[in-house]
């Protein structure tokens, strides 16, 4: 019995060491010299500040911009507090919020029907991405806001599409931010 | 659903079955001490464990040794993970946002639940734990949880394989060797793989940005690709952010999906390999992972059909799959992963005892919920966690075959060996320990409006289900929740805490016994009046066995929860 | 004794109800786990009926459910009182047949021996083990013993129920004679084996009763399975209140109770003993007397079959069919010599020559007493026999043995008789030896005769993955030939008894149960070692002490119907387990609905069956559990249909009937009751 405990202490610290402490600083050292803008976070650098990583969203709630999906996370995009709304499709609570955001969209839109994903927080409230639907519904917005042609938007939308990785995994998607970071610089 | 969805369904299926095999035949290699092609570089490192340790490779236990060596060993890191919680405030060490030291609940929480392999967590990793805690305390027992896991499966094995012997293996070097020869190395390769996808592996302070409406966003990093790898192999689902691998951080593309998604399963799925190998019976291991993969295939259609149907009470969205966008039930789902991936990922996370999730399970259509919920129920035996799933799924082969076993006339056999009143018993206490601790403390729960029902963030049937989806997950060692439940307090904390410890110890130890109480049996040589198990027909009966008991213990809950939910809402009712 | 009983013979139908009731006694009832929640929950409603109706009076409201609730009352009570009857039943069968037997047992007179050697009247059960007692013709045996002078024919029809005499005499393996038969001619000495109370009779009489009955290794581990699924229910049902509190749907204890009783295992859990009880009955009828219940089930679990080639494969009487002679000796001297060396030789093979000499070749038994015979009998040492006159040693026995002879005498074997033996042995035949001092003077073809349809058994025996081994002392050749004319597995030729020991211990060694039959006391080892050894009543005493079980006919090939019978023991409990738990799915789909339809009506979307009300649906339920378990007492009693089939086929069956049966039954069960109940008016 007591060398089952000696053993016990013994090993994990062992253990600890190795796989605790070594392994991720290991790999640390190994990710930075192999893959350094991943490693840190795919942030995206704008006159050498940092303005966000290409992997997260933040807000967006001019009309100038695309806006992302919902966020729960924190107040909203709080990338130190990731999350979603957890509400129940019975909760009365989700069905206000998603119908009252659904009705003002529509009636911004002369009714037409809205996609589900602009209306519903993500699991992380960090998603990147929008639907290819939803970047389509936002585009005569940010034209007029922009004094763009609609077919300019359109077209920048198609080009920022992301398709299935191989075709077939996943979903079709847009990058808000970095379809957004391009729409800045269309209209430099 | 689509045909895309289906595709990748398939494509997951495919690679997952090609994958098992050869990785089984190397486990039953690696368990049997037989020589690896990693031997050169590994074997000193092994050594040099064992002697830094004090541990005597060759010596065998019975197993009333091994249960104490196991039982040691998760006791002693255990208390060192707390520890660890404790002290990050005054350590400093490698927590550059100087998170203060984990509040003591919490704290025993969290490390019961990184021993047991469940990875429930109650706080937000983010503003928590220290990158010292998250390597060395919580990212350290996903390797060892594994391990214990493999171990005890490989235990059992050894009990239906030995004939007339005292013992069942040695607890240590079956650790040692899981986590150096099958754990580790996979997990440097997966780390690199995520990394390149774009999964973070820094020691850096959080990043300030400012956005482009000139707004600040701190976006918390760290090393996330160290840890993420051994969450998916290891079954842990312990995620380094709060939202797991729905955050970009963890699980940013389709293709790090699909490479998660098989990490949780390919170490359960190859185990029924290594059975087949180990007990000279490789049709037993086919019909058992037959038996799995028929379970998670029903789990994954019903999820897959249920969260593409449209929310009942909205109007004027397009809820309907058109071919830019998936539709369905997109709350707490990522875009990247639709409604597939979202329902691939929660139906493989919760057969297999994971609990990582990629969408928020307490937004699910209430049956979809439901199933991921009854997953667990089945006692995380659906490929389940590494060994834990296994050595759960052979206690059911226990009872069909003492059950059905009498059917054709003989005492039962079980590959050989006769299986008897303490068998029985010890299967049982196995069987019954999960839905009484499930059941007693939800119950105790629920009738407590301060404790229980204030932690509650939906209301009606749903309500119910959070409360009875903690303790499921929590006994069956998932992780996994309906978030919405506000756990974070003392009573649920110390509960759940007790609960995870339970659903691990007290069920392994009857599954070493009943491996010590087979291994001494003698064995009886096959013939055409032995019990088959390894036809179509055992595959039917396991399958069968698993949902009765499973459904039996649990329906009466389930339909004062989900299902009451489901025929509420689609009677446009709502909570 | 093995007369077809009818099931409901009204007698025991009578009996078995009154006992039921008697057996409410919970001492009695707590050792069976299932039904004793049972009856604890029968107690709970009661007390609140009676409670319920002390308070409130004839309210109206409360008329309404003090019907249902006094419905479900009786129902609940009829539940344990169903369960009970079917373990009287299965005891008033053993009961009935005990009674036969006792008629047999009666008070007798014994004649004893007392220590001066002089005679003394006793009763019966004065007697003690180590009594010799003196019967003569008209009498009956007053107890189990050993022939150790005489010889008498004894009626043992009483015990056995054949009406053919049997011998009973000292010595040898015929001496054993059992308590209540009775000596028809001539006079023996016993000495009694057995105490009052503990010979074969009173033995057979506590095992059929079930007075005696342990719980066999099986049934244990299905208790403990069974009484985990009843906590595992007991637990779903307890928390089903707090979840049901949260809902704003509280039940009462009546529904509560009605759930718990549905869904724990009661089907089984009421039938287990009557199974048990039923299998041993079984036996009996067979004229198998089982030690224990343990025994029945190992019988089940027999992987290999010992089966003595003489009496179990054979006819048991071989035929002398033909002499041949040895070169220069003549056919007549031959059959003379083989005559002459037979004619003390009592066994069906000696008399056969006799008889054969005398039809070929007119050689009459003749007058000895002028030439001094001496009959040397046969040994299992010398394994030959024969007759000394003056001036001529007369031998006959296998060829080994005679060759033995011969050399002794400085002679030898000619070849051309070898080579006759040789061919006899290839032809399935056994050849017998004769010489007559140094001269082989030729061979006696014995031949073998199989039994009818015993090859086809022993096939369906292998598909029951059971391999058979005969035992046989004849020559490797000619147990060759026999082997495959019977179709046995593998055979062990020239076997001494400690081949058999060897044979039996390897066997197991190899993890395998072995079944054997038995009767000399040379077999009592192997008896004892091996996992079922069946001793023949006509054996020794020492044969029966051994074995586990003994067969009242001594009849060896009923080994098979032995193994049969624990095979259907085993499969009636596994059978009925799985029915009883399949049951549960239609159970839940009936009272959950019902539970809580009164307060959600969208979960009436779970009443697949459409049955009428709350109150019918649970009382449906609750009636069709009680109801099922009297249906089953038939099949408890007799057993599942049991075929000799691969286990892969017989677990593809039985998992049909029992297992997705029991999945369907109840739905159409439960259905049929509503209909009935709601055209009663009674819900």
């Given at each position: 019995m007591h060398s089952v405990w000696k053993t016990s202490i013994r090993f994990t610290i062992v253990t600890t060491l190795l796989l605790g402490l070594a392994y991720p600083l290991a790999l640390t050292a190994i990710a930075h010299v192999l893959f350094p803008y991943q490693a840190d976070g795919s942030l995206i650098l704008k006159d050498g500040k940092v303005i966000g990583s290409a992997l997260l969203a933040q807000s967006f709630t001019s009309d100038q911009y695309f806006h992302p999906r919902p966020s729960a996370a924190g107040n909203g995009y709080d990338a130190t507090n990731s999350g979603g709304s957890n509400l129940a499709q019975s909760n009365k609570k989700l069905v206000d919020r998603i119908q009252g955001d659904i009705d003002k969209l529509a009636k911004a839109n002369g009714g037409k029907p809205v996609p589900i994903d602009l209306v519903t927080t993500s699991g992380s409230g960090l998603d990147p991405d929008i639907t290819p639907d939803a970047a389509y519904y936002q585009a005569a917005r940010v034209a007029a806001a922009r004094h763009l042609s609609e077919d300019t938007i359109n077209k920048l939308i198609a080009a920022h599409t992301t398709q299935r990785t191989l075709g077939l995994l996943g979903e079709p998607r847009v990058n808000v931010l970095e379809l957004n970071l391009d729409l800045d610089g269309l209209t430099k | 659903m689509t045909i895309n969805g289906w595709l990748q369904f398939a494509v997951f299926s495919i690679v997952l079955l090609a994958l098992v095999k050869p990785l089984g035949l190397y486990l039953a290699r690696v368990l049997e001490g037989g020589r690896t092609w990693l031997d050169p570089v590994l074997r000193p490192f092994e050594r040099l464990i064992y002697k830094l340790s004090g541990v005597k490779a060759d010596q065998e236990m019975n197993w009333r040794e091994y249960a104490f060596a196991l039982l040691g060993f998760s006791a002693v890191s255990l208390l060192l993970t707390y520890a660890l919680e404790r002290l990050q405030g005054a350590i400093q060490w490698l927590n550059p946002q100087h998170l203060a030291g984990v509040e003591q609940a919490l704290a025993w929480n969290t490390a019961a639940s990184f021993t047991t392999n469940t990875n429930w967590q109650s706080y937000t990793p983010e503003t928590t734990m220290s990158y010292l805690t998250q390597m060395a305390g919580l990212a350290y027992h996903n390797f060892t949880s594994a391990a214990v896991g493999i171990a005890v499966a490989v235990a059992l094995i050894r009990g239906v394989k030995r004939t007339e012997s005292g013992t069942i293996g040695n607890f240590w070097v079956d650790a040692t060797r899981s986590i150096l020869y099958v754990l580790l190395p996979a997990c440097v390769i997966f780390a690199l793989l995520l990394i390149w996808q774009g999964v973070p592996q820094n020691l850096h302070p959080y990043t300030q940005a400012a956005t482009l409406e000139a707004q600040t966003q701190t976006i918390a990093q760290g090393p996330v690709a160290s840890q993420e790898a051994i969450k998916m192999l290891g079954t842990n689902g312990g995620g380094f952010f709060n939202a797991n691998s729905a955050h970009p951080f963890e699980n940013p593309t389709p293709l790090t999906n699909l490479l998660e998604m098989l990490a949780i399963f390919v170490i359960p799925g190859a185990l029924t390999v290594t059975l087949g190998r180990l007990t000279g019976s490789p049709g037993h291991g086919w019909a058992v992972l037959a038996a799995m993969f028929v379970l998670f295939a029903v789990g994954f259609t019903t999820i897959y059909w249920s969260e593409s149907q449209p929310h009942p009470l909205i109007h004027g969205a397009v809820q309907a799959n058109t071919a830019t966008a998936p539709g369905?039930?997109?709350?707490?789902?990522e875009v990247r992963f639709g409604i597939t991936d979202s329902s691939l990922f929660a139906t493989i996370t919760t057969d297999a005892s994971c609990g990582a999730v990629n969408a928020m399970h307490d937004s699910f259509t209430p049956l979809g919920g439901m199933v991921v919920m009854t997953n667990i129920m089945l006692g995380e035996v659906v490929f389940g966690g590494v060994g834990a799933g296994l050595y759960g799924v052979l206690i059911f082969v226990v009872v069909s075959v003492f059950i059905a076993g009498l059917m054709v006339g003989r005492t039962p056999e079980y590959l050989g060996k006769k299986i008897e009143a303490y068998d029985v018993k010890m299967a049982m206490l196995y069987v019954l320990i999960f839905p009484l601790i499930i059941l007693a403390l939800t119950a105790a729960f629920v009738l407590?409006?301060?404790?229980?029902?204030?932690?509650?963030n939906n209301a009606g049937p749903h309500g119910l289900s959070e409360i009875l989806y903690a303790f499921t997950s929590a006994v069956g060692n998932n992780g996994s929740a309906f978030a919405g439940l506000s756990a974070n307090t003392w009573w649920y904390n110390v509960a759940l805490g007790f609960a995870m410890l339970a659903g691990r110890f007290l069920m392994i130890v009857p599954v070493l016994a009943l491996a010590g109480n087979l291994a001494q049996k003698k064995s009886i040589p096959p013939s055409p009046g032995t019990f088959p198990v390894n036809t179509p027909l055992f595959t039917v009966l396991l399958i069968s066995v698993i949902l009765i008991m499973g459904a039996l213990t649990f329906f009466p809950a389930l339909s004062l929860g989900p299902i009451l939910e489901h025929l509420l809402l689609h009677a446009g009712q709502l909570f | 004794m093995a007369t077809k009983k009818n099931l409901w013979n009204s007698e025991i139908v009578r009996q078995a109800a009154v006992d039921s009731i008697k057996k409410l006694d919970p001492r009695a009832m707590a050792k069976n786990p299932v039904m004793f929640v049972v009856e604890v929950g029968c107690v709970l409603t009661t007390a609140l009926l009676i409670t319920n109706a002390m308070h409130h009076g004839g309210a109206a409201q409360h008329a309404e459910s003090f019907g249902f609730n006094l419905q479900i009352t009786l129902w609940l009570w009829f539940t344990v009182l169903f369960a009970n009857f079917a373990e009287a039943m299965a005891e008033g069968r053993g009961k009935a047949q005990a009674d036969t037997l006792r008629k047999a047992k009666g008070e007798t007179i014994a004649q004893r021996y007392a220590a001066d050697g002089s005679l003394e009247d006793v009763t019966s059960s004065l007697l003690r083990a180590g009594d010799v007692i003196y019967v003569v013709a008209g009498?009956?045996?007053a107890g189990d013993g050993e022939v150790i002078e005489g010889v008498a024919s004894v009626d043992e029809s009483a015990i056995t129920g054949e009406s053919a005499p049997v011998i009973r005499e000292a010595g040898g393996d015929r001496s054993a004679v059992t308590g209540g038969t009775k000596v028809l001619s001539d006079f023996i000495k016993v000495k009694i084996t057995s105490n009052p109370g503990e010979t074969f009779l009173d033995r057979m009489i506590a095992l059929v009763e079930g007075a005696t009955r342990q719980k066999t290794p099986n049934e244990i581990a299905l208790s403990i399975l069974l009484s985990g699924l009843t906590i595992i229910f007991l637990l779903a049902v307890v928390t089903l209140q707090p979840f049901a509190i949260y809902s704003h749907a509280p039940q009462t204890v009546f529904v509560l109770v009605s759930l718990l009783v549905c869904l724990i295992p009661t089907t089984i859990g009421g039938l287990l003993s009557a199974i048990g009880i039923a299998g041993m009955d079984r036996l009996v009828q067979y004229n198998v007397l089982a030690m224990s219940g343990r025994a029945v089930e190992a019988a089940g679990d027999v992987s290999t079959l010992l089966l003595d080639k003489t009496g179990t494969i054979t006819l048991g009487n071989r035929q002398a069919t033909e002499f041949y002679p040895a070169p220069d000796v003549s056919k007549e001297r031959l059959a003379d010599a083989a005559q002459l060396s037979s004619l003390s030789d009592e066994t069906p093979e000696g008399r056969s020559i006799v008889v054969l000499a005398k039809e070929k070749y007119g050689l009459r038994g003749r007058d000895l007493s002028g030439i001094h015979p001496t009959f040397v009998p046969f040994t299992a040492q010398t394994r030959m026999s024969g007759v000394d006159l003056p001036g001529a040693q007369i031998r006959k026995g296998s060829v080994d043995a005679i060759s033995r002879f011969l050399e002794e005498q400085g002679s030898s074997l000619p070849r051309k008789v070898r080579e006759q033996v040789e061919e006899i042995a290839r032809a399935g035949g056994t050849p017998l030896v004769v010489a007559e001092n140094a001269t082989a003077l030729g061979v006696i073809y014995l031949k073998d005769i199989v039994k009818g349809g015993l090859k086809d058994r022993l096939a369906r025996l292998r598909a029951m993955g059971i391999r058979t081994i005969m035992i046989t002392g004849d020559n490797p050749l000619t147990a060759a030939v026999i082997a495959r004319e019977a179709g046995v597995d593998d055979f062990l030729a020239e076997a001494k008894p400690k081949d058999k020991m060897d044979l039996i211990k390897r066997e197991q060694a190899k993890g395998k149960l072995v079944a054997m039959t038995g009767d000399g006391t040379n077999d009592a080892p192997a008896l004892a070692q091996a996992d079922v050894g069946v001793a023949m009543n006509s054996g020794t005493q020492a044969a029966k002490e051994a074995?586990?079980?003994?067969?009242l006919d001594s009849n060896p090939t009923k080994l098979i119907e032995i193994v049969e019978i624990g095979k259907q023991l085993l499969m009636t409990r596994g059978a009925l387990t799985t029915f009883s738990i399949a049951n549960d799915v239609a159970k839940y789909f009936a009272i959950i609905p019902a539970m809580f339809a009164g307060v959600f009506p969208v979960l009436n979307a779970l009443n697949i069956m459409h049955l009428a009300t709350p109150q019918s649906a649970i009382l449906s339920a609750v009636i069709f559990n009680a109801v099922i378990i009297v249906a089953l007492i038939p099949l408890a009693l007799k057993g599942v249909k049991y075929e000799p089939k691969p286990a892969a086929m017989l677990l593809r069956q039985n998992l049909l009937i029992y297992g997705l049966g029991g999945v369907i039954v109840p739905f159409i069960g439960i259905k049929a009751i509503d209909l009935l109940l709601v055209a009663l008016k009674l819900a």
């Amino acid at each position: 019995m007591h060398s089952v405990w000696k053993t016990s202490i013994r090993f994990t610290i062992v253990t600890t060491l190795l796989l605790g402490l070594a392994y991720p600083l290991a790999l640390t050292a190994i990710a930075h010299v192999l893959f350094p803008y991943q490693a840190d976070g795919s942030l995206i650098l704008k006159d050498g500040k940092v303005i966000g990583s290409a992997l997260l969203a933040q807000s967006f709630t001019s009309d100038q911009y695309f806006h992302p999906r919902p966020s729960a996370a924190g107040n909203g995009y709080d990338a130190t507090n990731s999350g979603g709304s957890n509400l129940a499709q019975s909760n009365k609570k989700l069905v206000d919020r998603i119908q009252g955001d659904i009705d003002k969209l529509a009636k911004a839109n002369g009714g037409k029907p809205v996609p589900i994903d602009l209306v519903t927080t993500s699991g992380s409230g960090l998603d990147p991405d929008i639907t290819p639907d939803a970047a389509y519904y936002q585009a005569a917005r940010v034209a007029a806001a922009r004094h763009l042609s609609e077919d300019t938007i359109n077209k920048l939308i198609a080009a920022h599409t992301t398709q299935r990785t191989l075709g077939l995994l996943g979903e079709p998607r847009v990058n808000v931010l970095e379809l957004n970071l391009d729409l800045d610089g269309l209209t430099k | 659903m689509t045909i895309n969805g289906w595709l990748q369904f398939a494509v997951f299926s495919i690679v997952l079955l090609a994958l098992v095999k050869p990785l089984g035949l190397y486990l039953a290699r690696v368990l049997e001490g037989g020589r690896t092609w990693l031997d050169p570089v590994l074997r000193p490192f092994e050594r040099l464990i064992y002697k830094l340790s004090g541990v005597k490779a060759d010596q065998e236990m019975n197993w009333r040794e091994y249960a104490f060596a196991l039982l040691g060993f998760s006791a002693v890191s255990l208390l060192l993970t707390y520890a660890l919680e404790r002290l990050q405030g005054a350590i400093q060490w490698l927590n550059p946002q100087h998170l203060a030291g984990v509040e003591q609940a919490l704290a025993w929480n969290t490390a019961a639940s990184f021993t047991t392999n469940t990875n429930w967590q109650s706080y937000t990793p983010e503003t928590t734990m220290s990158y010292l805690t998250q390597m060395a305390g919580l990212a350290y027992h996903n390797f060892t949880s594994a391990a214990v896991g493999i171990a005890v499966a490989v235990a059992l094995i050894r009990g239906v394989k030995r004939t007339e012997s005292g013992t069942i293996g040695n607890f240590w070097v079956d650790a040692t060797r899981s986590i150096l020869y099958v754990l580790l190395p996979a997990c440097v390769i997966f780390a690199l793989l995520l990394i390149w996808q774009g999964v973070p592996q820094n020691l850096h302070p959080y990043t300030q940005a400012a956005t482009l409406e000139a707004q600040t966003q701190t976006i918390a990093q760290g090393p996330v690709a160290s840890q993420e790898a051994i969450k998916m192999l290891g079954t842990n689902g312990g995620g380094f952010f709060n939202a797991n691998s729905a955050h970009p951080f963890e699980n940013p593309t389709p293709l790090t999906n699909l490479l998660e998604m098989l990490a949780i399963f390919v170490i359960p799925g190859a185990l029924t390999v290594t059975l087949g190998r180990l007990t000279g019976s490789p049709g037993h291991g086919w019909a058992v992972l037959a038996a799995m993969f028929v379970l998670f295939a029903v789990g994954f259609t019903t999820i897959y059909w249920s969260e593409s149907q449209p929310h009942p009470l909205i109007h004027g969205a397009v809820q309907a799959n058109t071919a830019t966008a998936p539709g369905g039930n997109m709350e707490g789902k990522e875009v990247r992963f639709g409604i597939t991936d979202s329902s691939l990922f929660a139906t493989i996370t919760t057969d297999a005892s994971c609990g990582a999730v990629n969408a928020m399970h307490d937004s699910f259509t209430p049956l979809g919920g439901m199933v991921v919920m009854t997953n667990i129920m089945l006692g995380e035996v659906v490929f389940g966690g590494v060994g834990a799933g296994l050595y759960g799924v052979l206690i059911f082969v226990v009872v069909s075959v003492f059950i059905a076993g009498l059917m054709v006339g003989r005492t039962p056999e079980y590959l050989g060996k006769k299986i008897e009143a303490y068998d029985v018993k010890m299967a049982m206490l196995y069987v019954l320990i999960f839905p009484l601790i499930i059941l007693a403390l939800t119950a105790a729960f629920v009738l407590s409006p301060n404790i229980g029902l204030s932690a509650l963030n939906n209301a009606g049937p749903h309500g119910l289900s959070e409360i009875l989806y903690a303790f499921t997950s929590a006994v069956g060692n998932n992780g996994s929740a309906f978030a919405g439940l506000s756990a974070n307090t003392w009573w649920y904390n110390v509960a759940l805490g007790f609960a995870m410890l339970a659903g691990r110890f007290l069920m392994i130890v009857p599954v070493l016994a009943l491996a010590g109480n087979l291994a001494q049996k003698k064995s009886i040589p096959p013939s055409p009046g032995t019990f088959p198990v390894n036809t179509p027909l055992f595959t039917v009966l396991l399958i069968s066995v698993i949902l009765i008991m499973g459904a039996l213990t649990f329906f009466p809950a389930l339909s004062l929860g989900p299902i009451l939910e489901h025929l509420l809402l689609h009677a446009g009712q709502l909570f | 004794m093995a007369t077809k009983k009818n099931l409901w013979n009204s007698e025991i139908v009578r009996q078995a109800a009154v006992d039921s009731i008697k057996k409410l006694d919970p001492r009695a009832m707590a050792k069976n786990p299932v039904m004793f929640v049972v009856e604890v929950g029968c107690v709970l409603t009661t007390a609140l009926l009676i409670t319920n109706a002390m308070h409130h009076g004839g309210a109206a409201q409360h008329a309404e459910s003090f019907g249902f609730n006094l419905q479900i009352t009786l129902w609940l009570w009829f539940t344990v009182l169903f369960a009970n009857f079917a373990e009287a039943m299965a005891e008033g069968r053993g009961k009935a047949q005990a009674d036969t037997l006792r008629k047999a047992k009666g008070e007798t007179i014994a004649q004893r021996y007392a220590a001066d050697g002089s005679l003394e009247d006793v009763t019966s059960s004065l007697l003690r083990a180590g009594d010799v007692i003196y019967v003569v013709a008209g009498h009956f045996i007053a107890g189990d013993g050993e022939v150790i002078e005489g010889v008498a024919s004894v009626d043992e029809s009483a015990i056995t129920g054949e009406s053919a005499p049997v011998i009973r005499e000292a010595g040898g393996d015929r001496s054993a004679v059992t308590g209540g038969t009775k000596v028809l001619s001539d006079f023996i000495k016993v000495k009694i084996t057995s105490n009052p109370g503990e010979t074969f009779l009173d033995r057979m009489i506590a095992l059929v009763e079930g007075a005696t009955r342990q719980k066999t290794p099986n049934e244990i581990a299905l208790s403990i399975l069974l009484s985990g699924l009843t906590i595992i229910f007991l637990l779903a049902v307890v928390t089903l209140q707090p979840f049901a509190i949260y809902s704003h749907a509280p039940q009462t204890v009546f529904v509560l109770v009605s759930l718990l009783v549905c869904l724990i295992p009661t089907t089984i859990g009421g039938l287990l003993s009557a199974i048990g009880i039923a299998g041993m009955d079984r036996l009996v009828q067979y004229n198998v007397l089982a030690m224990s219940g343990r025994a029945v089930e190992a019988a089940g679990d027999v992987s290999t079959l010992l089966l003595d080639k003489t009496g179990t494969i054979t006819l048991g009487n071989r035929q002398a069919t033909e002499f041949y002679p040895a070169p220069d000796v003549s056919k007549e001297r031959l059959a003379d010599a083989a005559q002459l060396s037979s004619l003390s030789d009592e066994t069906p093979e000696g008399r056969s020559i006799v008889v054969l000499a005398k039809e070929k070749y007119g050689l009459r038994g003749r007058d000895l007493s002028g030439i001094h015979p001496t009959f040397v009998p046969f040994t299992a040492q010398t394994r030959m026999s024969g007759v000394d006159l003056p001036g001529a040693q007369i031998r006959k026995g296998s060829v080994d043995a005679i060759s033995r002879f011969l050399e002794e005498q400085g002679s030898s074997l000619p070849r051309k008789v070898r080579e006759q033996v040789e061919e006899i042995a290839r032809a399935g035949g056994t050849p017998l030896v004769v010489a007559e001092n140094a001269t082989a003077l030729g061979v006696i073809y014995l031949k073998d005769i199989v039994k009818g349809g015993l090859k086809d058994r022993l096939a369906r025996l292998r598909a029951m993955g059971i391999r058979t081994i005969m035992i046989t002392g004849d020559n490797p050749l000619t147990a060759a030939v026999i082997a495959r004319e019977a179709g046995v597995d593998d055979f062990l030729a020239e076997a001494k008894p400690k081949d058999k020991m060897d044979l039996i211990k390897r066997e197991q060694a190899k993890g395998k149960l072995v079944a054997m039959t038995g009767d000399g006391t040379n077999d009592a080892p192997a008896l004892a070692q091996a996992d079922v050894g069946v001793a023949m009543n006509s054996g020794t005493q020492a044969a029966k002490e051994a074995g586990n079980m003994v067969d009242l006919d001594s009849n060896p090939t009923k080994l098979i119907e032995i193994v049969e019978i624990g095979k259907q023991l085993l499969m009636t409990r596994g059978a009925l387990t799985t029915f009883s738990i399949a049951n549960d799915v239609a159970k839940y789909f009936a009272i959950i609905p019902a539970m809580f339809a009164g307060v959600f009506p969208v979960l009436n979307a779970l009443n697949i069956m459409h049955l009428a009300t709350p109150q019918s649906a649970i009382l449906s339920a609750v009636i069709f559990n009680a109801v099922i378990i009297v249906a089953l007492i038939p099949l408890a009693l007799k057993g599942v249909k049991y075929e000799p089939k691969p286990a892969a086929m017989l677990l593809r069956q039985n998992l049909l009937i029992y297992g997705l049966g029991g999945v369907i039954v109840p739905f159409i069960g439960i259905k049929a009751i509503d209909l009935l109940l709601v055209a009663l008016k009674l819900a």
